[in-house]
């Protein structure tokens, strides 16, 4: 996958290659309706081989070839006037006209244009569920919490989860500075993956990556790549999706577990925790078993490396989605 800059760049080219294309149809447009504009045309072009003449030459004085490029100037202007089109019919086109579809303005600075796509790109990017991506820390209605009975050990729901939302508002906060990584481990349906998608949103504000995946999805294709089950398009996706999960800012990966586990598998999830650890780059893990489950699953080296590098984060109670369904009999 390629970095959100280099899609918004490309993106920029396109526009700059449309726009050119825009131009040059007019341009050929106007010589095929009146056959003075090609003279017109020529007269300019030789106008400012002369300007460019006389600089090279130390000579400054140009105040008649500018006197003749008014001239023509009318002359064109007059040409549109009699084919009903407007005067700056001819001029160039920019999509933006602060950069010229360059992406820079005078000052050197991105313009408002390229960090928009570079915005647009990165969000593309965090490949985010519909859910997931109406999710912020604002959002949060501790009510739905209120009331639930406890849970083992006497915890209560609504207590964990106001300590889940603060400690996921610090680490969207913080994460790149303290390279810090979460498990967040519970039932279906108490809150994990709607705190992972407030924390998502949270980053992707500050103009951080995100990517966010299943497990199962994850795996199943890194296996694919693997052993040379794809091709074409969706093999030049997996090589990118393969190489960005080693250098975006922060991934996520849900429902670990409940992947097929196999050797390869194993080998590719101990790779990618260990290899972003080393690297000082953050994850975001959750999953619907306990951590007992959890290292039955998985050998006891990679649960360790997880245990020994993962603030946990424990959700409790109801199955919040259950409240929603409508059961017809």
């Known amino acids: 996958?390629?970095?959100?800059?280099?899609?918004?760049?490309?993106?920029?080219?396109?526009?700059?290659?449309?726009?050119?294309?825009?131009?040059?149809?007019?341009?050929?447009?106007?010589?095929?309706?009146?056959?003075?504009?090609?003279?017109?045309?020529?007269?300019?072009a030789i106008q400012g081989s002369m300007i460019a003449k006389r600089i090279l030459e130390g000579n400054s004085t140009v105040d008649d070839i500018a006197t003749t490029i008014k001239k023509l100037q009318k002359e064109r202007?007059?040409?549109?006037?009699?084919?009903?089109?407007?005067?700056?019919?001819?001029?160039?086109?920019?999509?933006?006209?602060?950069c010229r579809d360059t992406g820079f303005t005078e000052t050197g600075d991105r313009c408002q244009c390229l960090k928009k796509l570079i915005e647009e790109s990165t969000l593309a990017n965090a490949n985010l569920t519909d859910f997931m991506a109406e999710q912020t820390f604002d959002?949060?209605?501790?009510?739905?919490?209120?009331?639930?009975?406890?849970?083992?050990?006497?915890?209560?729901?609504?207590?964990?989860?106001?300590h889940a939302y603060e400690k996921g508002l610090q680490f969207a906060e913080t994460f790149d500075t303290t390279h810090a990584n979460l498990l967040l481990v519970g039932p279906a349906g108490t809150?994990?993956?709607?705190?992972?998608?407030?924390?998502?949103?949270?980053?992707?504000?500050?103009?951080?990556?995100?990517y966010y995946q299943t497990a199962f999805t994850l795996f199943d294709m890194l296996e694919k790549l693997k052993f040379g089950k794809l091709s074409g398009?969706?093999?030049?996706?997996?090589e990118g999706i393969s190489r960005y999960l080693y250098d975006v800012d922060l991934l996520i990966i849900d429902d670990v577990?409940?992947?097929?586990?196999?050797?390869?598998?194993?080998?590719?999830?101990f790779d990618l925790i260990n290899t972003r650890l080393m690297r000082s780059k953050s994850v975001i893990l959750s999953s619907n078993?306990?951590?007992?489950?959890?290292?039955?699953?998985?050998?006891?080296?990679?649960?360790?490396?997880?245990?020994?590098?993962?603030?946990?984060?424990?959700?409790?109670?109801?199955?919040?989605?259950?409240?929603?369904?409508?059961?017809?009999?």
């Open 289 to 329: 078993l306990t951590l007992q489950a959890l290292e039955q699953v998985y050998s006891h080296r990679l649960f360790s490396r997880i245990m020994g590098g993962y603030t946990v984060i424990p959700f409790i109670g109801k199955d919040l989605r259950m409240k929603d369904l409508k059961f017809d009999f």
């Open 191 to 210: 809150g994990k993956t709607f705190l992972s998608g407030c924390i998502a949103n949270y980053v992707l504000a500050r103009g951080k990556s995100v």
């Open 257 to 269: 577990g409940t992947e097929y586990v196999s050797g390869y598998s194993a080998a590719a999830m």
């Open 1 to 44: 996958m390629e970095s959100a800059y280099t899609q918004a760049s490309r993106k920029l080219h396109q526009i700059r290659e449309k726009n050119q294309l825009e131009h040059q149809r007019r341009v050929n447009e106007v010589r095929s309706l009146n056959e003075d504009y090609s003279r017109i045309e020529q007269a300019m």
């Open 77 to 98: 202007s007059a040409l549109l006037k009699a084919l009903h089109l407007p005067e700056t019919y001819l001029d160039d086109i920019y999509s933006c006209k602060a």
């Open 233 to 238: 398009e969706e093999l030049e996706q997996a």
């Open 139 to 162: 959002r949060f209605d501790f009510s739905l919490f209120a009331g639930q009975p406890a849970g083992e050990n006497g915890h209560q729901p609504l207590a964990l989860m106001k």
